[in-house]
């Protein structure tokens, strides 16, 4: 089994920088795609970032020129580095990764991490 295990979100203040990294976890798979999603309560779940198996990135208007994903394949990780943070980037954040187990895909998500931002 194939987890996703976010971390480094918390409590900024405006104009502030976060790094957030999501590892997975298991053996007999290869990651194609993973991207940042992230979530208001009430809204729903709205893509931020992107990034391929090649290092090609996309991002939402919102987040250009402010947010870089990355990811470093030999860790099974990506990460998402959040610089001039403003109050409506608090949302809970998402990662997921496409996986390939063979002939076998499979999206998996992330549980979470809270990201908040105050004045």
């Known amino acids: 089994q194939v987890q996703l295990v976010e971390s480094g979100g918390g409590l900024v203040q405006a104009g502030g920088s976060l790094r957030l990294s999501c590892a997975a976890s298991?053996?007999?798979?290869?990651?194609?795609?993973m991207a940042w999603y992230r979530q208001v309560p009430g809204d729903q779940r709205e893509l931020v970032a992107t990034i391929t198996s090649g290092g090609s990135t996309n991002y939402a208007d919102s987040v250009k020129g402010r947010f870089t994903i990355s990811r470093d394949n030999a860790k099974n990780t990506v990460y998402l580095q959040m610089n001039g943070l403003k109050l409506e980037d608090t949302a809970v954040y998402y990662c997921?990764?496409?996986?390939?187990?063979?002939?076998?895909?499979?999206?998996?998500w992330g549980q979470g991490t809270q990201v908040t931002v105050s004045s």
């Open positions: 997921n990764a496409l996986l390939s187990f063979g002939s076998r895909w499979k999206l998996n």
């Open positions: 298991g053996s007999g798979f290869s990651i194609d795609a």
